[in-house]
């Protein structure tokens, strides 16, 4: 899909308050095509506590895909595999390897949404759907966002089935404990070079979202690379979608570099919450979750800069968990390697202490740790 069209944007003139013409209520699902969704779903079974919730395949009726739905707190995640050579999920998976297709949002209206939103300027990817089976029935429908990535809205106010319709309860007999994640705090895209503002320009006009808070390249930058980031939210707050570009530097921005490997703009990362950092990425690390090591020094100082916090620094220091503190209160954030062998995907575990701001604080520290990891792929 082209953004070229799209006029550039005045900042001046996003108005303060999102109008929230949709409304969204939450995220519904993130769906990812990947090569291999059994083992997928084992992996985020095993390493991140996600549990067996639906299934759809070949035994109900599917017949080019394979999806597993888990599910942890209010997060749903569905791995979607091609099972044929025709299939067109897989040249997005030859493209970008595994990463996120769909980040589908929960409305009352979905066919609403379609309306308005494409009339407001965006490409439609699906005109609305019913679909239905014996418990109830399904709206969805869908557009495109940046890159590959597309929107679908889903109204499921009457549905009570396990997931969407064509999907059955996944029973499994291997069902390991929860690591206590709760929900998605954000969804952050990579987008390319001066793409930033018209993606901005896209959820302000397309989706009536709010910029909450802007960075520079300033602001986020050490002394070999930087990126622009601009959060935007949609009304009530649920759904907040920082847009990262890269922005020139001594040597290659790790947005450039997520950019040359998935080909193109996606999903970078996905923040989940937790009520106690400490005990999710205690029980994350010993399953094997990889997190992006911070130098110890960055604790020697860290109290001076954010003052003083509930938890006991040893434990954080020793996990590499980050802090940052904003008028509100402050954050307690770590963010893993990319949990694909492409340096792009990776998830962010965040507890938020009143604060809620995005980390800005921690981005030199937690930067200056990414590009000892580029360092090692010699692609800085
Ligand atoms: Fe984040």
Same mark, same amino acid.
């Given at each position: 899909m082209e953004t070229t069209s799209q006029s550039p944007l005045n900042l001046e003139k996003i108005v303060p308050e999102a109008e929230d013409f949709l409304p969204l209520n939450g995220t519904d699902y993130v769906e990812l095509f990947v090569g291999n969704a059994k083992q997928s779903a084992h992996f985020y079974k095993t390493a991140f506590g996600f549990q067996s919730e639906a299934y759809a395949g070949l035994e109900t009726g599917e017949k080019d895909r394979t999806s597993y739905v888990l599910r942890q707190g209010k997060i749903r995640l569905v791995l979607t595999t091609p099972m044929?050579? *025709?299939?067109?999920i897989n040249e997005h998976i030859r493209k970008h390897g595994d990463g996120v297709k769909v980040v589908a949002l929960w409305v009352d209206d979905a066919t609403k949404s379609w309306e308005e939103t494409t009339k407001r300027g965006a490409k439609s990817f699906m005109e609305p759907e019913t679909i239905e089976d014996a418990h109830g029935k399904v709206v969805r429908s869908g557009i495109h966002t940046y890159g590959e990535t597309v929107h679908i809205f889903i109204e499921r106010k009457n549905y009570n089935g396990i997931f969407l319709p064509g999907y059955k309860k996944w029973e499994s007999h291997y069902n390991p404990e929860s690591v206590g994640l709760k929900y998605i705090d954000h969804m952050v895209g990579n987008v390319g070079w001066g793409q930033m503002n018209t993606w901005v320009d896209f959820y302000a006009r397309v989706m009536g979202f709010a910029q909450l808070i802007s960075f520079d390249d300033k602001d986020i930058s050490t002394e070999y690379t930087a990126l622009m980031s601009k959060v935007m939210s949609n009304g009530n707050g649920r759904i907040k979608f920082p847009i990262n570009e890269p922005a020139e530097g001594k040597k290659k921005s790790q947005i450039e570099e997520y950019i040359d490997f998935y080909d193109g703009a996606g999903v970078q990362h996905i923040a989940v919450a937790t009520d106690n950092i400490i005990e999710t990425v205690t029980a994350l690390v010993k399953r094997g979750v990889e997190f992006l090591y911070v130098p110890s020094t960055y604790y020697d100082t860290v109290l001076d800069r954010v003052?003083?916090? /509930? *938890? /006991?620094?040893e434990p954080l220091k020793e996990l590499g968990i980050l802090i940052d503190r904003d008028d509100e209160g402050y954050l307690l954030q770590i963010f893993t390697k990319? #949990? #694909? /062998?492409?340096?792009t995907m990776f998830f962010e575990i965040i507890q938020r202490k009143g604060a809620q701001s995005f980390g800005k604080g921690n981005f030199k520290a937690l930067f200056e740790a990414i590009e000892r990891e580029q360092e090692s792929r010699g692609t800085l």
């Open positions: 044929t050579a *025709e299939s067109p003052g003083e916090i /509930d *938890e /006991d620094l990319p #949990v #694909v /062998d492409r340096p």
